[in-house]
């Protein structure tokens, strides 16, 4: 059975910290890309950063970079999102996804194209 299972979420202060986890089973991440997307209350679910699979090189979106890191634990297969510097702005439902198709730009670009998608896990950033 295929899993995506997000876990880390919750409500953080502006300028306080999370880290996001996806746990994957049930299929063979190491050759998928994958990665995060996030959704807004009322807004369109956009990409937020992504591992490609065959060399692990990083892509963010433009309103992240410098704050948020992503990383891998292959003997895990989990996937982590460092998230630094909260704003309220980034307050929504962050999503784990996996693609064998899409990579680097493609997949934060295209939502549509992924294989496989996890429940999501709430962020809160809030004073």
């Known amino acids: 059975q295929v899993q995506l299972v997000e876990s880390g979420g919750g409500l953080v202060q502006p300028g306080g910290s999370l880290r996001l986890s996806c746990a994957a089973s049930?299929?063979?991440?190491?050759?998928?890309?994958i990665g995060w997307f996030r959704q807004a209350p009322g807004k369109e679910r956009e990409g937020v950063s992504c591992l490609t699979s065959n060399d692990g090189t990083t892509y963010y979106a433009d309103s992240v970079k410098g704050r948020f890191t992503i990383s891998r634990d292959n003997a895990k297969n989990t996937v982590y999102l460092q998230m630094n510097s909260l704003k309220p702005e980034d307050t929504a439902v962050y999503y784990c996804a996996a693609s064998a198709a899409y990579s680097g730009r493609t997949f934060l670009q295209y939502s549509y194209g992924m294989d496989y998608w996890g429940k999501g896990t709430l962020v809160t950033v809030s004073s």
């Open positions: 049930g299929f063979p991440a190491d050759y998928y890309g």
